[in-house]
């Protein structure tokens, strides 16, 4: 089973950006669809963005679509999100998510990495 760790996470001003990274190991990553999930504090764990095995295939939830971007490097066995225009909003911890279907990593994933923090805040 593929093993995810996520890194990229900080403190950002409001209107700006950072990119997340998520390094799996362990599994044949281009086998995975992957996904971004985040968990704010007193909210429950939505999901973010999903990118399909060779990456043809892309979803955003509405609050981030023009802003965010996923993609993957099957090569580097590495999965992104790059996030511009960050909004205060925009702060909980994200997680990285993997899945053998494209459909069920965007609602109830095999596999999840351990999280990264984004604050967004003056």
């Known amino acids: 089973q593929v093993h995810l760790v996520e890194s990229g996470g900080g403190l950002v001003q409001p209107g700006g950006s950072l990119r997340l990274s998520c390094a799996a190991s362990?599994?044949?990553?281009?086998?995975?669809?992957m996904a971004w999930f985040r968990q704010a504090p007193g909210r429950e764990r939505e999901f973010v963005a999903g990118?399909?095995?060779?990456?043809?295939?892309?979803n955003y939830t509405d609050s981030v679509k023009g802003r965010f971007t996923i993609s993957r490097d099957n090569a580097k066995n590495t999965l992104y999100l790059q996030m511009n225009d960050l909004k205060p909003e925009d702060t909980a911890v994200y997680y990285c998510?993997?899945?053998?279907?494209?459909?069920?990593?965007?609602?109830?994933?095999?596999?999840w990495g351990q999280g990264t923090q984004v604050t967004v805040s003056s």
């Open positions: 998510a993997a899945d053998l279907q494209y459909t069920k990593v965007q609602r109830l994933p095999g596999t």
């Open positions: 362990g599994g044949t990553f281009s086998f995975y669809a």
């Open positions: 990118i399909s095995w060779i990456g043809k295939n892309l």
